[in-house]
């Protein structure tokens, strides 16, 4: 495993990070509570030494089987990546921006963006209850709200610095403006975004925004899901409330899978999976300091782990390059 110093902070977070959405339950298709605490426990393990969560990841079940799961475990040796900002409870209702419909249970429920300040103060009290800590190692704000103005949002992340309830702060799918007006006030650590072979957007603004001005960058579906682990073309089965269903439709999927078996030969020949030749590709892109890795159980969490144990050589990520061309 290799570690990087994220932004302009001390924190050093493992280049691969456990990416703990699925273990939520929701929208994943539901997981077992075993298989999750095992996918985390094997991660640490492993070397992987960083954990990214939110509250909105299963309603909180994410942030609580975490907290469960590195109980009595060195706290020191451990970083807690955790959000704000997505609220449904009802003391928030109808405040702040409406972002969609979730289902729990198969009831709805209604999601807000809302980044005002004293919301914030109490997320943060209730993620460091199910968590299990007295301070979160990186805080991000999960989306941004438009109802609240970014100088309120900073001044909230400053307060809980100060308080130390937390080591640093960054944001989530910000724009390169939004980053700008942030900075007037505050010094975000990161910016975490959505960022895959299939998706490089942030390529042409975000990446020489990041590398000019000292700011992290967090790559969340990196695997776009699951679908570049290759898994979906041979098996292709997925539970009715998944919310991939949809999700795997934006893509030709046509293309993408003659992309991955043009790819695969090379995966196979350093005795890697596909998922494990994606996750170092987007490892070694310019600007990216860590990749979120999601992981149900003990052995997916591994593959993770061992995504660095071989090293592509410049030809081949030249070949990948020439191929992602194609799509």
């Known amino acids: 495993m290799e570690y990087r110093t994220l932004g302009n902070t001390e924190l050093k977070l493992s280049t691969i990070t456990h990416g703990a959405f ?13 298989d ?11 070397g992987v030494t960083s954990i990214d969560t939110a509250p909105f990841y299963g ?21 807690l990546l955790t959000k704000f900002g997505l609220v449904w409870d009802e003391s ?21 963006k809302y980044a005002a300040k004293a919301s914030i103060i109490k997320e943060v009290e209730e993620s460091l209850k199910r968590l299990g800590t007295d301070y979160i190692d990186l805080l991000q704000l999960h989306w941004p709200d438009n109802s609240t103005s970014i100088g309120e949002t900073m001044e909230a992340l400053e307060v809980l610095i100060q308080q130390g309830k937390i080591r640093a702060a960054g944001v989530s799918n ?7 007006e942030a900075s007037i006030t505050f010094k975000l650590a990161s910016n975490q975004v959505s ?3 299939l998706n490089r957007t942030i390529e042409n603004e975000l990446v020489p925004y990041a590398l000019e001005n000292e700011l992290g960058i967090i790559v ?7 679908l570049l682990t290759g898994k979906y073309f041979k098996e292709s089965k997925l539970k009715g409330d998944d919310h991939r269903n949809g999700y795997f439709s934006q893509f030709d999927l046509a293309k993408v899978k003659s992309f991955l078996q043009a790819i695969e030969p090379i995966a196979k020949s350093k005795g890697a999976t596909l998922s494990q030749l994606v996750l170092q590709w987007t490892i070694l892109q310019p600007g990216i300091s860590v990749v979120l890795a999601g992981a149900r159980n003990a052995e997916q969490a591994i593959a993770n782990a061992q995504a660095l144990d ?17 799509l």
């Open 59 to 79: 309603f909180g079940l994410s942030e609580e089987i975490i907290g469960e799961a590195i109980k009595g475990k060195d706290r020191s040796n451990i970083q």
């Open 36 to 46: 999750s605490i095992d996918s985390i426990h094997a991660s640490l393990d492993h």
């Open 195 to 197: 960022y895959s072979m």
């Open 174 to 180: 910000y724009s390169v403006d939004q980053l700008g």
């Open 22 to 34: 699925a273990i939520g339950g929701s929208m994943w298709g539901g997981n077992e509570k075993k």
């Open 220 to 226: 969340y579906s990196p695997m776009e899901r699951g």
């Open 310 to 326: 071989f090293k592509l050589s410049e030809d081949e990520l030249r070949v990948i390059d020439n191929e992602l061309l194609k």
């Open 92 to 112: 928030n209702a109808g405040k702040g921006e409406f972002f969609f419909d979730a289902e729990e249970g198969g009831k709805k429920i209604p999601v807000y």
